[in-house]
Every structure is written in C-alpha cells, then in structure tokens.
C-alpha cells in the first residue's frame, strides 16, 4: 500500500509539473531544421578541372547545335587573374574546339566569360554526428559508419567502425588528405553565353575544395605601385 500511494504522489507531480511549464511557456517558434541529404562534388585535382570543362563544354555545345556550324565564332572572354581561371579557361577552350564549336581569337557578337566565386564559410560543416575512430585519424566523411551506428547493435557498430578505420587508413596512405570529406571551402564557377546584351545559356557548378588549395582560386593581387622617385637636391655653389 506504500508502494502504492508513492507511485500515485509521483505521477501527480510529474502531472503538475507538466501543466505548470504548459501555463507559462513562451511563443512557439520554428526549429533549425537540416536540409534533406545531398552530395556535392570535390575539387581535389587538376584532372577534376579538365572533368568540368569537359562537362561545361558538352552542355554549351547542347545549348548550340541547332547553330550553322561556324557561322557564329564565340569570343572566349580573358578570366579574373587566378590559377584556376586560368588554368580552367585553357581547358574549355579545348573541350569547345573537341566538339566543334567555333572560337574566335578577337572579340565577337557572341561572348563565353567564366565567373570563379570562392566561398569559406565560418561555421563546420559536417554530414553529421563525428566518429572520432575514423573521422579524426583520416579527416573524412562518415556517412558509411553512421549508417551502421543507427542500426543500434552494438556489435554493427563495433565492427563497422574498425572496418571504417581501416578503410581511412588505407585512403590516407594512398591519397593523403585528399580523401577528405566535406571542408568549409567551397567554389562556385559559372559561365555565361552572350550576344547583344542578351543570355543565350548559363552553367553553374559548385566544388568544395580543401581550404589550403583557396589560393588557387583567388583573384591574384596587382603588385603594388613602385614608390615615388626621391626629391632632387640642388646644389648652388657659393664663393667665398
């Protein structure tokens, strides 16, 4: 009967409790919430630069085969001063030509320019919940462990962790830091096709990219001004 009536005072002041943070709660607002799961390419290697020319020609030359082949000569327009705009021009100057399409070495109605926009966020971004096993000794995703960590078992998550962790290993042995997983490095490359001020056609990609490889896609600075010349002294010579 003791027992009995605890169990009874208990549940009466949990229920208490409970209507009294219901009485003198505040303005609901909406929670953070996470967007639904994505993947998003990395920009680890030049031979990835040469990938998206090749991919940024093919849907150029999409958007231009209705054209008279030749008639229209396209003006790839000078990039930004960076190594990657550079670099990334040379590479779809190549592509364009692969498939056909005509290049001009001067100025035409028709105009390609490319746009690098390089984005380093504040704040982590991560796929998830960190599994220090494999995500601090590699620095890589963790989407495969997490998925046998919310099986729940214990033995799942025992053995996909030291499989995990052998699998960083071995990434980490083969290609270094490359095998990361997402940074706070992020780039955005675009191109525009225009004529009379006028967009026939755009493409947008977005890499992250590790945060030691930014300088690659910034803008170089001019050097600076040379200092002005010294003043000229004079001299008058004087008789005694």
């Known amino acids: 009967m003791y027992h009995l009536h605890r169990r009874r005072t208990v549940h009466l002041l949990c229920l208490a409790a409970a209507l009294l943070c219901a009485g003198c709660s505040t303005l609901d607002v909406p929670r953070a919430d996470n967007y639904a799961a994505t993947s998003q390419k990395k920009s680890r290697a030049l031979h990835h630069w040469d990938v998206l020319a090749d991919d940024v020609a093919g849907r150029i030359a999409e958007k231009l ?17 960076s190594t990657f705009n550079q670099g990334f021009r040379k590479l779809l100057a190549t592509r364009l030509l692969d498939r056909g399409i005509t290049l001009s070495t001067q100025p035409a109605e028709i105009e390609l320019s490319l746009d690098t926009q390089l984005v380093q966020h504040g ?38 962790l030291v499989l995990g962790s052998m699998l960083d290993i071995s990434r980490l042995a083969t290609q270094g830091s490359a095998a990361g997983g997402p940074t706070r490095t992020e780039v955005l490359v675009t191109t525009a096709l225009a004529s009379s001020s006028r967009y026939l056609a755009r493409t947008a990609d977005i890499y992250y990219i590790e945060a030691d490889d930014a300088l690659l896609y910034q803008v170089k600075e001019p050097p600076p001004p040379p200092p002005p010349p010294a003043p000229l002294k004079t001299w008058r010579v004087v008789s005694p």
């Open 65 to 81: 085969r209705d054209w008279p082949p030749g008639e229209h000569p396209i003006y790839l327009a000078p990039a930004s001063d």
């Open 123 to 160: 704040s982590s971004i991560t796929n998830g919940p960190q599994m220090p096993l494999t995500r601090l000794a590699a620095g890589v995703a963790v989407g495969r462990d997490w998925a046998l960590y919310a099986q729940g078992a214990a033995s799942a998550v025992a053995s996909g």
